[in-house]
């Protein structure tokens, strides 16, 4: 605030509700004073003395208190109280949202068609005989998002039929893009009906293209021919492509004088219109500005049915379609919603209805168009119940700092466009009604949904973790995070973490911080709120607080070995999460923390830690050896494969184990056994138990009703192109194309993007699910020191093949051919263009599933084809040797693997010593091979190319 001074606009009574542990108080103020641009909202705490309330508070928090009842209360941030409440609408009967013949509020109406002038919105209600209330004229959204400014000159002459006369105008760029790329809208206004039709455009190099379709669209779909294309002076529309379209044509082009807008009169006021509109729209609602194309869209759609003062008395779409217009498919822009989960994208048990937020109307069909905000992507519906439509906004007295008020000559920005479509065409007003019988049928049953009885659901879906202690004590959730510091402190008491000593002379201590976490069910609704004490572990000092750290976790292939197994053997599956696992690791280091933050007892004393803490350097390892030692007192045994992998075999039993730090997978031929194993473990630790397996390290695990397991990485796929703004990208059909690998780079600036992220990203799926991208991913993994565009292009092109083939995975299958280890191995011989060096492809098939592979560049130059698939073979056999050892532990189902190749040369040279002349420079470590086949410990086949997987 400063020195600075502000004007009121108002003043007036307002009705409020105050968050109040949890629950909502009614409340109400008088004499309050309307200032819209002010930055936080302040509530007078004299004021609130002088109406006969008491207030008390505390270092933490305050509270107002009437007749010994607590009112409202808040919590302490920096010298302020911070306070959550949401201001009411007037109240007045509540109506049914389906009875369109109720009355409601002008204040309704006027939201539900855009913030438009009050009295032209009565005008719109008696002309199509809608009674309603009359309410205070005074609308705080429309003072905030409407600057007006004096009228531009008219036109002295109008056009004299539908599409003669077509305006044109750009606006933007806007402050950032939309989830499309887009940066500015173009408009199209028909001078003589007003009629509007609306573009985005990534680039104003777009806009020749878009007059294209519109001029196609006007003639196509309504038989009309422009005569006249009106525009001003922007090098977008005087340029030779532009009047080239016109002459063939048959269009005059009409370009304005310079610094004369008023000639260009209908469209530059179209934009006015449009842009105040939509800024009114979203501050009515507090709606982010990555929404202004939603909201731009919105506004166009209301205003080519609704009319305006200089046609009184006719509407746009009725003018220029010849098609009346109806109101009752109007809703307030922002309004919540549920959308109705079609019977394929959900399970049995799963909510029937999803929660949204109402952004606008769909272009061609009857529906609608829903923002997630949690999924930040618009859909498009027939089937939405709307909650009530209430004029007021939910507030904090502290919004967000980056929010602003500011005056701008360009609409709010966006980030969520239509549906996989850049462009946001309002073609309903040329679409045919569309009825569709499943459509219908669904919309009986929406009226089993219900609309959340409280704002507080609202609020839990919006509730961001803090970052560090203060935060987590002066947010709203407080009790919560209060609650879950307090079970974690209980349990590192219980495990006897540490002991509070005297600090010994010559030591330092490590301090320690607090992190959140808010864990959602599958459903995203809140499951509870997890608080962890971490050790700031970069303090600790090598040979003095730790010595060994190296932690083993269990390999992809691995898992994909176990759950193969377990398809094939019908195995029984559970699933385990062990609770706070560093805390059960012994430390051999004398190791001095601070006392937890918030929870200090005042001493001067330190913490002397007796076991592990998240955030020490040794503590994955000796975690590890405690789990490791419970397990073998089990009688379980460590595999010499991989040492997360644990098994007990009998006469007729089995039981396997995996673990990747505290997660777990449970196999076992009865139900018993395993029942039996967690119990045991149960005694040990503090567990979860899920006995219906569904994701394990982000990958989806599907069984079927025959014992077939599925494997996928769906939602990771989908999260992944929600990161990377790909989610509306097209779809390709192969993930790297040839021409890409050409080794070129051009003379470009390293890009700005996220690269060696979305690698990292990428590189997860390839070893977890997808070995078809693995080739694509290790060629693009060489650039990530210093990406260019070219090679970001590479990585976006990956995720546009990851969008068409999201629901692909890996499926193991209990019956048939596939039941045997298949293995291949391939070469692509000097693809690389910088080395010339050779790629490696190994893949190892079990029960019909991949569950080994690699792609991978040979260490050197391979001088034929030949020595390239002799050398991928050597690859090949050093894994093949791991799998026997591996399946000859847990399930010996065979003696001697063999290998599949396409190349004769190579498995001559590896049966033979031959070719002596063209093989005697091979690298010795390149005859593995022949080792293995000379001592029958492996067999090699030919294969034709057409069957080599490995290719």
């Known amino acids: 605030w400063g020195k600075s001074t502000m004007n009121a606009l108002g003043k007036g009574t307002i009705q409020f509700d105050a968050l109040v542990n949890g629950i909502w108080n009614a409340c109400h103020m008088e004499n309050v004073l309307y200032v819209p641009t002010a930055r936080r909202n302040l509530f007078s705490v004299t004021s609130a003395l002088d109406k006969g309330m008491s207030f008390s508070s505390t270092n933490k928090e305050c509270s107002f208190l009437k007749g010994g009842v607590t009112k409202a209360c808040g919590v302490r941030m920096g010298q302020l109280f911070k306070m959550i409440i949401c201001i009411k609408p ?36 008696k002309k199509h005989k809608i009674g309603f209330i009359e309410g205070d004229d005074f609308c705080g959204a429309c003072v905030e998002g409407k600057q007006h400014r004096s009228n531009f000159l008219k036109r002295q002459q109008r056009a004299t039929e539908p599409g003669e006369v077509i305006a044109a105008d750009i606006c933007g760029p806007m402050e950032c893009l939309s989830l499309g790329g887009s940066k500015y809208f173009l408009c199209f206004t028909c001078d003589y009906s007003k009629m509007r039709i609306v573009y985005f455009l990534k680039e104003k190099s777009e806009t020749v293209r878009k007059i294209a379709e519109m001029l196609k669209v006007v003639k196509n779909q309504l038989g009309r021919a422009v005569k006249i294309f009106q ?34 009169g209908c469209a530059e006021r179209t934009n006015r219109t449009v842009v105040e509109l939509a800024r009114t729209m979203l501050l009515a609602k507090n709606l982010p500005k990555q929404l202004w194309a939603e909201a731009v869209n919105a506004s166009i759609y209301i205003l080519n049915r609704t009319g305006q003062s200089s046609i009184p008395g006719q509407i746009p779409y009725e003018l220029f379609v010849g098609k009346n217009i109806h109101l009752n498919n109007f809703h307030i822009f922002g309004t919540e919603c549920y959308v109705h989960v079609p019977n ?35 859909e498009r519906s027939k089937n939405v119940v709307f909650g009530p439509e209430l004029t007021g906004r939910l507030l904090t007295l502290f919004p967000n700092e980056n929010h602003s008020h500011g005056n701008s000559h360009v609409p709010l920005p966006v980030d969520v466009p239509v549906n996989q479509v850049d462009d946001i065409i309002p073609l309903t007003e040329f679409a045919e009604d569309i009825d569709d019988v499943d459509e219908q049928r669904q919309l009986r049953d929406r009226t089993t949904l219900k609309a959340p009885e409280r704002l507080l659901e609202i609020m839990m879906a919006e509730i961001e973790e803090p970052k560090c202690y203060s935060e987590a004590i002066q947010c709203a959730e407080q009790r919560h995070w209060n609650k879950a510091m307090k079970e974690e402190l209980d349990s590192l008491e219980e495990n006897q973490t540490w002991e509070l000593v005297d600090l010994p002379k010559g030591k330092k201590t490590i301090s320690n911080r607090w992190v959140y976490k808010i864990k959602r069910n599958c459903t995203g609704e809140i499951a509870r709120y997890k608080a962890r004490l971490v050790v700031r572990g970069f303090n600790q000092r090598e040979g003095i607080d730790y010595e060994e750290t190296f932690s083993p976790v269990v390999r992809f292939d691995t898992i994909r070995i176990f759950l193969s197994i377990a398809a094939k053997e019908r195995l029984k599956l559970a699933q385990f999460d062990v609770k706070t696992a560093f805390l059960y690791g012994f430390i051999d280091k004398e190791i001095y923390m601070q006392q937890p933050e918030g929870y200090e007892d005042g001493s001067q004393q330190v913490c002397k830690l007796r076991k592990g803490l998240y955030g020490l350097k040794q503590s994955p390892r000796c975690w590890n050896k405690r789990f490791k030692d419970v397990l073998i007192s089990f009688g379980l045994q460590e595999s010499k494969a991989d040492s997360c992998l644990y098994f007990r075999l009998n006469e007729n039993d089995k039981l396997l184990v995996i673990l990747y730090v505290d997660d777990g997978l449970v196999a076992a031929t009865k139900q018993e056994i395993i029942e039996d194993f967690l119990e045991k473990l149960k005694e040990e630790f503090k567990i979860t138990i899920d006995k219906v397996v569904g994701s394990f390290l982000n990958i989806q695990i599907d069984r079927c009703d025959d014992g077939s397991i599925f494997i996928s990485q769906r939602n990771y796929t989908k999260g992944l192109l929600r990161k990377y703004n790909m989610t509306y990208a097209n779809p390709v059909s192969i993930p790297i194309e040839r021409c890409q690998l050409t080794g070129e780079v051009l003379n470009t600036e390293r890009t700005n993007a996220p690269y060696r992220e979305a690698v990292d990203s990428l590189l997860y799926l390839t070893v977890a699910t997808r070995p078809d991208i693995a080739f694509a991913v290790n060629y693009i993994s060489q650039f990530v020191e210093n990406p260019q565009e070219q090679h970001w292009t590479m990585v976006k092109r990956i995720l546009r093949y990851l969008k068409g083939t999201i629901n692909f995975g890996i499926c193991y299958t209990v019956t048939g051919h596939f039941q045997e280890l298949e293995s291949y191995c391939d070469a692509d011989y000097a693809s690389d263009p910088n080395t010339r060096r050779s790629v490696s492809g190994v893949l190892f098939k079990f029960c ?26 050597s690859e090949a056999a050093k894994d093949a040797v791991w799998l026997s050892r591996l399946f000859n532990e847990i399930s010996p189902l065979f003696d001697v693997p063999t290998l599949l190749i396409d190349n004769a040369s190579a498995i001559k040279l590896a049966k033979n010593p031959s070719f002596h002349k063209r093989s005697k420079h091979i690298d010795v470590r390149a005859h593995f091979i022949r080792e293995r086949v000379q001592n029958c410990q492996m067999k090699i086949e030919h294969v034709s190319s057409e069957k080599q997987l490995a290719d």
């Open 848 to 873: 019909g599933g991949a569950i080994v592979w690699t792609s991978r560049r040979q260490q050197s130059v391979s001088l034929s084809t030949t020595e390239a698939e002799y050398v991928a073979a």
């Open 231 to 264: 525009c001003d002076g922007g090098l977008e529309f005087d340029n030779a492509e532009v009047r080239k379209l016109m002459m063939e044509n048959g269009i005059i082009l009409s370009v304005t004088n310079p610094y004369s807008p008023e000639q260009n």
């Open 90 to 125: 007037p109240k007045i009967p509540m109506v049914s949202e389906a009875n369109i013949s109720s009355k409601e509020t002008l204040q309704i109406w006027h939201e539900k068609l855009g913030h438009q002038n009050k009295c032209h919105v009565k005008e719109l209600l």
């Open 344 to 378: 394929v994208k959900r399970k049995k048990w799963d909510k029937k209805g999803k929660r949204g937020i109402f952004v606008g109307y769909s272009d061609n069909v009857d529906g609608f168009r829903i923002w997630f905000k949690s999924e930040n992507k618009i």
